[in-house]
């Protein structure tokens, strides 16, 4: 009984990805059926004044297959917006205004 209660600690794969400030641990698991998913730990080391040592914040997200194409998705329009042509949000609004000016939603910019 222990092990099979264990084999949800275990990571099936980790990749590590060290950027700054900060680590991204990409690691695969396994739920009690045997279903494989993902989590996505964003790990920050601060001091902290008030115990006088370095702490490590940690941040957790977990995916699961049904949600990795909406996820991809909207990661991949959030990353394309932030590299498109440089002219920003107000730019974008300005557009969609001129386009549109009665009917501009949050729609219209993917939001």
Not at 42 to 71: A, G, P, Q
Not at 78 to 83: C, G, L, S, Y
Request: hydrophobic share 35%.
């Amino acid at each position: 009984m222990e092990e099979s209660s264990n084999r949800n600690n275990v990571d099936i794969y980790t990749n590590i990805i060290k950027a700054g400030k900060r680590t991204y641990f990409f690691d695969v698991k396994l739920t009690k059926s045997g279903e494989k998913y993902l989590t996505i730990t964003e790990s920050k080391r601060r001091f902290d004044e008030e115990l006088d040592k370095f702490i490590y914040e940690k941040h957790k997200i977990f995916l699961y297959r049904e949600d990795f194409e909406n996820f991809i998705s909207g990661l991949t329009g959030a990353v394309a917006f932030i590299d498109a042509d440089g002219k920003g949000i107000d730019a974008e609004l300005s557009e969609a205004e001129a386009n549109n000016p009665s009917d501009l939603s949050a729609e219209d910019f993917g939001l």
